[in-house]
T-cell receptor, first 111, second 112 residues
Framework: DAKTTQPTSMDCAEGRAANLPCNHSTISGNEYVYWYRQIHSQGPQYIIHGLKNNETNEMASLIITEDRKSSTLILPHATLRDTAVYYCIVRALNRDDKIIFGKGTRLHILP | DTAVSQTPKYLVTQMGNDKSIKCEQNLGHDTMYWYKQDSKKFLKIMFSYNNKELIINETVPNRFSPKSPDKAHLNLHINSLELGDSAVYFC???????????FGSGTRLTVV
């Protein structure tokens, strides 16, 4: 079972920052936080991951709270093409490492 | 282009038939996966191979048999297809470690 809790859906106006929250209160010390998204009819796409420090790449920023029990994915200037289901995942690195997807957040970018 | 490619993209077949889905990655990754996405859009892992060795086998009926001839290929063979096998099947690959997965564009299987 997924170890994360996300809102079912969110709306964001085009051009504004989209802030997607995720709770992972039972995260272990060796587990990373990953974010993926799935645009309609496409395969999931890796966005970003982090352990405890905030991370930024060309797609998004990841803010992880100090206690690591929650995180926020930030899309700084959302566009219509960012409409997708966003998955927050916690993942440990071991031999049977696997990504378990939950239900995710359906993000609608509004024109 | 570097990518994870799956063939075919669409597959319509009758119950009881045997079919295969092929997956190839040219990213130099050493681990490959099969995921199934059902009509409710839940993504579930089925299998994982690392350097041709089966690592994960998630309670999948033995009608499903993955085959990895080399670390760049992971094919999925399905025997005696059933209506409930209808889904989108995604192949993915990654480097061992904390790297993200790269997914293919999916194979939509419809069993009639």
């Amino acid at each position: 079972d997924a170890k994360t809790t996300q809102p079912t859906s969110m709306d964001c106006a085009e051009g504004r920052a989209a802030n997607l929250p995720c709770n992972h209160s039972t995260i272990s010390g060796n587990e990373y936080v990953y974010w993926y998204r799935q645009i309609h009819s496409q395969g999931p796409q890796y966005i970003i991951h982090g352990l405890k420090n905030n991370e930024t790449n060309e797609m998004a920023s990841l803010i992880i709270t100090e206690d690591r029990k929650s995180s926020t994915l930030i899309l700084p200037h959302a566009t219509l093409r960012d409409t997708a289901v966003y998955y927050c995942i916690v993942r440990a690195l071991n031999r049977d490492d696997k990504i378990i997807f939950g239900k995710g957040t359906r993000l609608h970018i509004l024109p | 282009d570097t990518a994870v490619s799956q063939t075919p993209k669409y597959l319509v077949t009758q119950m009881g038939n045997d079919k295969s889905i092929k997956c190839e990655q040219n990213l130099g990754h050493d681990t490959m996966y099969w995921y199934k996405q059902d009509s409710k859009k839940f993504l579930k892992i089925m299998f994982s191979y690392n350097n041709k060795e089966l690592i994960i086998n998630e309670t999948v009926p033995n009608r499903f048999s993955p085959k990895s001839p080399d670390k760049a290929h992971l094919n999925l063979h399905i025997n005696s297809l059933e209506l409930g096998d209808s889904a989108v099947y995604f192949c993915a690959s990654s480097r061992r470690g904390f790297y993200g997965y790269t997914f293919g564009s999916g194979t939509r299987l419809t069993v009639v």
